[in-house]
């Protein structure tokens, strides 16, 4: 089963709605409530309800030593 993309910080609750939930990193092979987790992954917490979903961990950026992706440069200089 392959999880939906990190959806941010924003996100909309499925059960109730609200947007935005709290975000928890699960490492790989992590025994959780919902049973054992083989891959790393982020776990949304929805602020209002409390429901629970997983979301993927982003993907590794292309930053080197000695050159910086864009995505970082953007984050690093708006
Ligand atoms: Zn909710
Ligand atoms: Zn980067």
């Given amino acids: 089963m392959s999880l939906p993309p990190f ?3 924003e996100p909309t609750c499925i059960k109730c709605g609200q947007t935005g939930a709290h975000t ?11 049973g054992y987790q083989a891959t790393e992954c982020l776990q949304r ?5 409390g429901y629970a979903w997983d979301e993927a961990v982003v993907p590794p950026c292309p930053c080197t030593e ?5 995505s970082c440069y953007d984050r690093r200089y708006p």
């Fill in 45 to 49: 917490n929805c602020r209002r309800c």
């Fill in 66 to 70: 000695n050159s910086i992706c864009s």
């Fill in 7 to 9: 959806s941010g910080d």
């Fill in 24 to 34: 928890e990193y699960i490492p790989a092979r992590t025994v959780r409530w919902t």
